[in-house]
């Protein structure tokens, strides 16, 4: 009678933890899985804060009025254009030019954004404590159809600066006619007490 129960019993057991083993074993993979789930959706959810911290961070980089602000400086009539900014702030290398060594200044912008960054150094440089750099500045901006705001537009007229709107990418008559005022400007102006800024931005080679 011992042997039945002993085989008996056995197998039950034996079945009973296989039945356990299952269970937790189905349990722990169930567990598994919304630990993977969830880290995977914490994961994304990172990436995706990433790539638009990433994408603002780039925008930024090339917002035209930002790049102006960040890379030239009036300091007491030194006007400091930023070498490389790339480096350490306590590394930056600054070109410096004193303003009062100028009789002109001459601004040269062309390209899709030529508009905004002329308006942006504009502002920074009638702004400062120099009352002769708007008797001192003239120039020529040419940009695309429509890429200029009336504001920028009305802001560099009434600072003397020459306003152009051409064709791009295919360049047109009046590309012709705002390049041949540039270069007639340049050599009208031309002095060793001139200072001439320029402003590049795309599309510059067909304006």
């Known amino acids: 009678m011992a042997w039945p129960s002993l085989l008996t019993l056995g197998p039950a057991a034996n079945v009973g933890a296989l039945a356990n083993s299952s269970s937790f074993s189905s349990t722990t993979k169930q567990a598994t899985s919304d630990t993977t789930s969830t880290r995977s959706c914490d994961g994304l959810a990172t990436l995706t804060t990433d790539c638009q911290a990433m994408l603002k961070a780039a925008v930024q980089a090339v917002n ?8 030239v400086r009036i300091d007491n009539k030194q006007l400091m254009i930023m070498q490389n900014e790339e480096q350490d702030e306590d590394e930056m290398a600054w070109d410096t030019y004193n303003l009062d060594d ?48 009336p504001t920028e537009q009305e802001l560099l007229e009434r600072q003397g600066l020459h306003f152009y709107e051409a064709a791009h990418p295919v360049p047109d008559e009046r590309s012709v006619q705002a390049s041949e005022h540039v270069l007639s400007l340049l050599q009208e102006t031309a002095s060793e007490r001139t200072l001439v800024l320029t402003c590049i931005s795309g599309g510059g080679s067909a304006l």
Request: aromatic fraction near 2%; proline fraction near 2%.
């Open 64 to 71: 035209p009025v930002q790049a102006i602000q960040r890379h």
């Open 102 to 149: 100028y009789d002109r200044i001459v601004v040269v912008a062309v390209g899709k954004a030529s508009s905004s960054m002329t308006a942006t150094l504009v502002e920074q440089l009638t702004g400062s404590d120099d009352d002769t750099i708007e008797e001192k500045l003239c120039g020529v901006v040419i940009t695309k159809d429509g890429h200029a705001t």
